[in-house]
């Protein structure tokens, strides 16, 4: 059933170069697809994972379903979203591209002319190296616990006085500002925080001590039981509850590690190991880690230009089973109506909702919410 996953978000992943779909639209469905793989990694991924784990040494049952092991499900997986992430780094380069004619440029940090180098590097010491924090790995320093799915800048330093390396982490806070623009040229551009940072690496760390510097990512399991430890105890507040569910979720095991470039085999091996992965659990791409940021994108494209490379808005029309002069209350006593959403408006269930609850007759209302998890 992974697999068949996997071949259902590469149909989400191939609207991402489909001619038939608006640019902007596209864009969206490469972040969808990102998404989903993130899901993917952190529920599907995290249990295969931790089943593996648990059998380690141990003589595994085949699944009935897959007539695979945890390990064997684990082995297809890996080969197979890879190739999916190439093709998804090709689709990207392709839509930027396309964007960049619109009017809408990617700053590319490695071919910046000397004036524009000049803005951004003293937009970097002003707006953001004031409130990063660089933290080093050694051996007076732990290596720290990495959040789940933020990004964070690693860098290889050198030690002046010794042969020895250690390792430079900075992260880059999902709470900053993701996207920066600067209008120019009868063009908007537009920088990616991380790697506006990434960029700018040796003026946080010295310009002779890097070695090495990348942008990377972990994504962790979280697939937990939201029900564990609940069966028994009738009396419990149920928010304090997810919220001890939700900080388990997020310091849960990794079981992927994404980086933008390629890493030497030295720092690779170093951070797999401190992150308990193997190498066929890392991946490179050319693709931002966090591809959210074309939802911001899309609200700041002039609002002409957003007719052209987006979908023409989608208005849900009135349910032909109901008339518009009666109460819903009283339609619906007369006969069952199903709704299709989101082809048909939810007006009519919000008017039920609010006729029922202001009618005196009426005592309680029940809901049935199907996949609500």
Known sequence: REL???????????LGKDKNVPLAEQLRFLAIYGSNLDEFFMVRVGSLQERANLMRGKKEKRENKTNMTAEEQLAAIMPKT???QEDCDKYYAKALENLAVCGYRKVDFEKLSKEDEHFWKKYFQSELFPILSPQIVDSRHPFPFLRNKEIYLGVLLHEKHTSEHTLGIVPISSQMERMHF???DNETCFALTEELVLHYAALIFGKENVQEKCLFRVTRNADID????????LDYDYREHMKLMLKKRARL???RLETDTPLSSATEKFLLKRLDLKPCQSYVT???LDMGYVWGLSSMIDSELARDITNEPFTPQ?????DKKRPIMEQVAERDALLAYPYESMDPFISLLREAAN???VFSIKITLYRLA
């Open 359 to 361: 009618d005196p007759s």
């Open 4 to 14: 068949s996953w996997l071949d259902f978000n590469r149909r989400v992943l191939v």
């Open 318 to 322: 009135w349910p032909a089973c109901f």
């Open 226 to 233: 939201p029900n564990d430890g609940t069966e028994e105890d």
């Open 182 to 184: 600067v209008r120019k």
């Open 253 to 255: 095991a990794p079981v």
């Open 82 to 84: 890879a190739q999916l």
């Open 286 to 288: 050319s693709v931002p």
